[in-house]
């Protein structure tokens, strides 16, 4: 193994660096929006710095930066989550691809889409809520959530399905409302 020395990043990488830095409380937002356990979400975005590290000269001074970052930051996510072979806490890509639609243009449009999804758990029926909080916070699989619920592990797999389709719905009518 040879030691090859390092070059210093140009002042462009470096002023690239610095604007994630200020941003990654918000790009660890985004990325929780789409993978909910903390330490792989804190993972992804220590991949995400380095992407961009690597890719800093493909984003241009003067353009949106959080919209780049966040865009760079899907991509590693949707990439973790289909390198594991479990699909723990993986809300399904077309989720992903609604809360994403067009980009965030900014920290508020972000926060507005993690409203919206907090105000459409919040009008899950509380078993659903607690099937949906067991799975995707939880990390538990429908074979273990079952037993705690008195249900079979099918059951448990038709409910959270329902669940995902009310969210996925509730998501299209609250962002169509807040974004026309």
């Known amino acids: 193994m040879t030691d090859e020395p390092s070059t210093p990043p140009d002042a462009h990488t470096l002023h690239v660096q610095q604007l994630f830095v200020r941003h990654q409380q918000a790009?660890?937002?985004?990325?929780?929006?789409?993978?909910?356990?903390?330490?792989?979400?804190?993972?992804?975005?220590?991949?995400?710095?380095?992407?961009?590290?690597?890719?800093?000269?493909?984003?241009?001074?003067?353009?949106?930066?959080?919209a780049w970052v966040c865009t760079v930051a899907r991509y590693e996510t949707l990439n973790f989550q289909r390198s594991r072979t479990r699909r723990v806490g993986r809300l399904d890509d077309d989720v992903v691809e609604l809360l994403h639609a067009g980009g965030p243009a900014d920290e508020?449009?972000?926060?507005?889409?993690?409203?919206?999804?907090?105000?459409?758990?919040?009008?899950?029926?509380?078993?659903?809520?607690?099937?949906?909080?067991?799975?995707?916070?939880?990390?538990q699989m429908p074979e273990q959530i079952a037993p705690a619920v008195g249900w079979t592990p099918n059951a448990v797999r038709v409910a959270l399905a329902r669940a995902r389709d009310f969210l996925r719905e509730c998501l299209e009518q609250q962002l169509s409302a807040t974004e026309s």
């Open 27 to 66: 790009v660890l937002g985004y990325v929780l929006s789409i993978e909910p356990n903390l330490a792989d979400a804190q993972d992804i975005v220590q991949e995400v710095f380095l992407t961009v590290s690597r890719k800093a000269a493909t984003w241009t001074a003067g353009t949106d930066f959080l």
């Open 108 to 139: 508020a449009v972000l926060q507005r889409r993690l409203t919206a999804l907090q105000r459409c758990m919040g009008r899950l029926a509380p078993r659903a809520r607690e099937l949906v909080g067991r799975r995707y916070h939880g990390g």
